[in-house]
T-cell receptor, first 111, second 117 residues
Framework: LAKTTQPISMDSYEGQEVNITCSHN???????ITWYQQFPSQGPRFIIQ???TKVTNEVASLFIPADRKSSTLSLPRVSLSDTAVYYC????????????FGKGTRLHILP | GAVVSQHPSRVICKSGTSVKIECRSL??????MFWYRQFPKQSLMLMAT?????????EQGVEKDKFLINHASLTLSTLTVTSAHPEDSSFYIC?????????????FGPGTRLTVT
């Protein structure tokens, strides 16, 4: 599985757009990029998944450059409730890959 | 999205006893489930992969005789912590893989807080 590198922590303010970048230099051709959100004492929650270019859903956007060696999770207009740990994972679940979590990014939203 | 449940949500047990944690996929069948452990302020650590109808695959350093995994049906996997000790106190999270289209999706349970006294 491709190893990922994310900032350990980030602070932002309510109403701001937050971008969290993840590096995955060894991503394989068949690998997808998936982001999860985790609140304290809860299981991770799926946010978004993509393979290349840009993916957008109701909660976030995911930007993936052409070389796919990094990706950026974009959270528009964050609120206090977005304070959580965000994990970037890379793998191909069709190959029965298991999901291995990195350290994640602890996002703290300030009022 | 798909729902995965865990039971119990929290449990306190005495040192030396065994505790069973259940993981259920409520609205889909899961041939593969995963068990993770998470200590405070740390990331999730994969313990084992649970395969329906066959033996679980344990990660390096995880004692298979201490953490018994049974995946007897397509919707249920259980993790039994045998002879629990205080150092086994942790947050245990399961996930279930659902095959959907081109890429399988993985859904996580809400977790079980185990405290061993």
């Amino acid at each position: 599985l491709a190893k990922t590198t994310q900032p350990i922590s980030m602070d932002s303010y309510e109403g701001q757009e937050v971008n969290i970048t993840c590096s995955h230099n060894n991503i394989a051709t068949n690998d997808y990029i998936t982001w999860y959100q985790q609140f304290p004492s809860q299981g991770p929650r799926f946010i978004i998944q993509g393979y290349k270019t840009k993916v957008t859903n109701e909660v976030a956007s995911l930007f993936i450059p052409a070389d796919r060696k990094s990706s950026t999770l974009s959270l528009p207009r964050v609120s206090l409730s977005d304070t959580a740990v965000y994990y970037c994972l890379v793998g191909n679940q069709n190959r029965d890959d298991k999901i291995i979590f990195g350290k994640g990014t602890r996002l703290h939203i300030l009022p | 999205g798909a729902v995965v449940s865990q039971h119990p949500s929290r449990v306190i047990c005495k040192s030396g006893t065994s505790v069973k944690i259940e993981c259920r996929s409520l609205d889909f069948q899961a041939t593969t489930m995963f068990w993770y452990r998470q200590f405070p302020k740390q990331s999730l650590m994969l313990m084992a992969t649970s395969n329906e109808g066959s033996k679980a695959t344990y990660e390096q350093g995880v004692e298979k005789d201490k953490f018994l995994i049974n995946h007897a049906s397509l919707t249920l996997s259980t993790l039994t912590v045998t002879s629990a000790h205080p150092e086994d106190s942790s947050f245990y999270i399961c996930s279930a893989r659902r095959t959907s289209g081109r890429v399988d999706e993985q859904y996580f349970g809400p977790g079980t807080r185990l405290t061993v006294t």
